[in-house]
């Protein structure tokens, strides 16, 4: 459990402190475009039996 929590903190979990980055992770391109915006599909992944989430942007 505490490994999966480490990586969910450092690969997935955004750090304010990083302007919403994770550790090991580089900060996306914000999306400006308003259509794209609209049809955004986000995908949630629960982690550690639901006691994490993580969202990812759907393809």
Known sequence: ALREYERFYNRHR?????????????VPDPIT???RITELSVRRRDRLGGVLHEYSHAA
């Open 14 to 26: 955004a750090h304010q402190a990083l302007e919403q980055a994770a550790p090991l992770c580089t």
């Open 33 to 35: 475009d308003p259509m």
